[in-house]
Nanobody, 119 residues
Framework: VQLQASGGGLVQPGGSLRLSCTAS????????MGWYRQAPGKQRELVAA???????NYTGSVKGRFTISRGDAKNTVYLQMNSLKPEDTAVYYC??????????????WGRGTQVTVSS
C-alpha cells in the first residue's frame, strides 16, 4: 500500500483546510485509514480515523471541528478541518492499517504535510 497525501498550508485562526490522502496498491487489505499529527516536541497523536464501513473516531480536541470522510472511490480519505486553532499546528500524517488476528498492523504512512495556524 502506498499513500499520497496533499493539502495543508498556512491559515489564520478560525480558518479551514482540507487534507486528502489517496491509497494505491493493495487497497483491499486496508481496514481503516486515519490522520495523525505531530507538533514540535510532542508525540505523534491520532487525530481521526475511518473504517471501511465508515465508522469514525476523533480525538477529543478536534471533535465538532474536524470531519474525516471517504471519497466515492473509497481509496481517498479527507480531513476537513474547520475552526482551526494555533494548537492544531503540526505535521499531519496519513496512515493505513489492517486489523487481523485481534491486532492492528500499520500498512503505510504518507509523507507528512505541514499545517500552520497563525495570524
Amino acid at each position: 500500500v502506498q499513500l499520497q497525501a496533499s493539502g495543508g498550508g498556512l491559515v489564520q485562526p478560525g480558518g479551514s483546510l482540507r487534507l486528502s490522502c489517496t491509497a494505491s496498491g493493495s487497497i483491499s487489505s486496508i481496514t481503516a485509514m486515519g490522520w495523525y499529527r505531530q507538533a514540535p516536541g510532542k508525540q505523534r497523536e491520532l487525530v481521526a480515523a475511518i473504517t471501511g464501513n465508515d465508522r469514525t473516531n476523533y480525538t477529543g480536541s478536534v471533535k465538532g471541528r474536524f470531519t474525516i470522510s471517504r471519497g466515492d472511490a473509497k481509496n481517498t480519505v479527507y480531513l476537513q478541518m474547520n475552526s482551526l486553532k494555533p494548537e492544531d499546528t503540526a505535521v499531519y500524517y496519513c496512515n493505513a492499517v489492517r486489523f487481523e488476528g485481534g491486532h492492528f498492523y500499520d500498512l503505510a504512512w504518507g509523507r507528512g504535510t505541514q499545517v500552520t495556524v497563525s495570524s
